[in-house]
């Protein structure tokens, strides 16, 4: 079954803009993980945040935890091409099964 | 280093064969998942191994379906006489197993398509 619902499902927004994917959640989670696909091939990690922990940045990206709302956010600023993808968040229970969303596809316009 | 390893890319088989999907985790990872995919769509969870041990089976159909994660090489999902629906992108990944703080680490995913 799935556990995160990334919201909107599709986002088109103009290079240079700001992009904020939203997941929630429904269960207890250890941690909750960002990941980008990129069409035919495999999810490439972005960014891990802790149950304890509220916001985590890196680079261009920042995530936040709301756990009261079990809901998180994917900031990305200052948007490029290369974002282009689809962007899946994932979370961690405490038997380590790893759920992934539906995800959110983020294309950039020239 | 060499990452998650999926062999084959490309898999067809005919309605009844079966299919054997092999993934080689990076070097020092224990922890073995499989996920589904469908055009358009998110990972489903099927299985979730460490070494000669499967822990969470739930997302895998008891029938047809099964993997394995050996002592000595790859982890295998093996699919029993295929049907159509069976059509989909297979990912694997792998992880450390540290606490359960440490990403997964993908491969680039067999596409089986049945016909």
């Known amino acids: 079954s799935q556990q995160g619902e990334e919201d909107p499902q599709a986002l088109s927004i103009q290079e240079g803009e700001n992009a904020t994917m939203n997941c929630s959640y429904k269960?207890?989670?250890?941690?909750l993980q960002w990941y980008r696909q990129n069409s035919g091939r495999g999810l490439v990690h972005l960014i891990l945040?802790?149950?304890?922990?509220r916001e985590k940045h890196s680079g261009r990206l920042r995530v936040t935890l709301d756990t009261s709302k079990k809901s998180s956010s994917l900031l990305i600023t200052a948007s490029r091409a290369a974002d282009t993808a689809s962007y899946f968040c994932a979370t961690r229970g405490r038997d380590d099964k790893i759920i992934f969303g539906k995800g959110t596809r983020l294309h950039i316009l020239p | 280093n060499a990452g998650v390893m999926q062999n084959p890319r490309h898999l067809v088989r005919r309605r009844g064969q079966e299919a054997r999907l092999r993934c080689s985790p990076m070097?020092?990872?224990?922890?073995v998942y499989w996920y589904r995919q469908l055009p358009e769509e998110g990972l489903k969870f099927m299985v979730y191994l460490q070494k000669e041990n499967i822990i969470d089976e739930s997302g895998m159909p008891k029938e047809r379906f099964s993997a394995e994660f050996p002592k000595e090489g790859p982890s295998i999902l093996r699919i029993q006489q295929v049907v159509r629906g069976d059509s989909a992108a297979y990912f694997c990944?792998?992880?450390?197993?540290?606490?359960?703080?440490?990403?997964?680490?993908f491969g680039n995913g067999t596409r089986l398509t049945v016909t």
């Open positions: 990944a792998s992880s450390a197993g540290m606490g359960g703080m440490e990403p997964l680490h």
């Open positions: 070097k020092g990872h224990s922890h």
């Open positions: 945040i802790r149950s304890n922990e």
């Open positions: 269960t207890s989670i250890n941690n």
